[in-house]
């Protein structure tokens, strides 16, 4: 039977929500009653200190882990009740480590994104949509190489290659520019906020506060498995909270040229 296909929300609509969420592994609660919504049309980062549920979460945005407690909904429904394959056309998951047991080549790990729109009618875009996110993520010139001979910042590239190539409403990136130097950071964030631009949501994940002010339209801090704050960086990026939630003093200042906020520790 032919998968139900997903239509592009309008821009500013909830395509994805999570109530109440809570989660733990081994006994040490990681999530504690996390509330999230999230916006066709925006680049939401989610930012906060090591082990404060951010990646946990994505996870459950994705329908990758279920919660002990609350509900997670993602397109209307409640994730759970969509198939693997569907979810597979909803949303596609970037996650900070992609390993590979075989030597497939650049090309071909690129060409997995496209696996959920088998038998549909979008099929016979593959080679054409493999080939443009080839050439928007910069790794076209060794698509002929096997992906374990990569450097972790061209795996990570080729990675967000694949995932682009799925062309899913909802994009969820994991630490995206964790091992990219600034050329390569300010592209990869570029490239989500076209994808928010054109009207999918875009989650991210980011340790760099000063990526999440600058390319994110809203910034959620977590901390101790609970969403502390959510709102534009301008709002939500100040002194007093983030001096709490890292445990270290930092100064918040506003960008000489754009005003975008700066965070820095203080000294």
């Known amino acids: 039977m032919s998968p139900r296909v997903p239509v592009r929300p ?20 990681v999530l504690r009653g996390a509330d999230l919504e999230v916006f066709a049309g925006e680049v939401l980062a989610l930012v906060g200190p090591n082990g ?7 996870s459950v945005l994705a329908g990758d882990v279920r919660p002990e407690a609350g509900a997670v909904h993602l397109d209307g429904r409640p994730v759970a009740a969509w198939t693997a394959r569907e979810l597979a056309l909803r949303r596609a998951v970037l996650p900070q480590r992609l390993d590979l047991a075989f030597p497939f080549t650049v090309e071909e790990v690129v060409g997995m994104g496209r696996a959920p729109w088998a038998r549909t009618a979008r099929e016979e875009l593959d080679a054409e949509v493999v080939e443009a996110e080839l050439v928007r993520t910069d790794v076209a ?11 972790g910042g061209e795996r ?5 290659a694949r995932v682009l190539a799925q062309r899913t409403p909802m994009l969820l990136l994991d630490e995206p520019t964790a091992a990219l130097d600034i050329r390569h950071q300010e592209a990869v964030l570029g490239l ?16 760099d506060l000063a990526l999440a002010a600058a390319h994110a339209d809203r910034v959620a801090v977590l901390s101790e498995g609970v969403v502390q ?17 890292y445990g270290h003093a930092v100064e918040v200042l506003p960008h000489p040229r754009t005003g975008v906020p700066l965070v820095v520790a203080r000294r």
């Open 10 to 29: 309008a821009s500013g609509t909830v395509y994805a929500e999570a109530a109440g969420v809570s989660f733990g592994y081994g006994g040490e609660q």
């Open 52 to 58: 404060s549920g951010k990646s946990t979460l994505l």
């Open 141 to 151: 010139r060794f698509r002929t190489r096997a992906f374990q001979e990569l450097s």
């Open 156 to 160: 990570a590239r080729v990675g967000l």
């Open 192 to 207: 989500a906020g076209e994808r928010a631009r054109d009207g999918d949501a875009v989650v991210v994940v980011l340790h």
């Open 229 to 245: 704050a959510c709102g534009t960086p301008a709002r939500v990026l100040g002194e007093e909270l983030l001096s709490r939630v």
